[in-house]
């Protein structure tokens, strides 16, 4: 269940702008979910290659060129697809605590 909610707020971060993979843990840190560069950098490799993500190298001033990570047209699909399924989890949920 982990690995699928993870899938869902990288792609979530990503919706809202393009981003690279420590700014990505650092905005799931300040989210209070606590991830390491190796549980993330598998996500983004199987995000990038079912072709939910796209990607382009930047050059840093601050070291080597980064790569940012943009959500693509067909993980905006999948993105609409996980809100569907997360609030009707979320209502079925509702359903059985009342």
């Known amino acids: ?13 990503l919706a809202k702008k393009e981003s690279y993979a420590s700014a990505i843990l650092a905005d799931l840190k300040d989210s209070g979910m606590i991830i390491v560069e190796g549980t993330l950098y598998p996500l983004l490799i199987r995000l ?6 796209d990607y382009r190298w930047e050059e840093s001033t601050q070291g080597p060129p980064r790569k940012y990570y943009c959500i693509s047209d067909e993980g905006r699909a999948l993105l ?13 949920i509702k359903t059985i605590r009342q």
């Open 80 to 92: 609409s697809e996980m809100d569907a399924s997360w609030n009707e989890l979320v209502e079925t």
């Open 48 to 53: 990038k290659n079912q072709g939910s993500l």
């Open 1 to 13: 269940m982990r690995k699928g909610v993870l899938e869902y707020c990288i792609l979530g971060i």
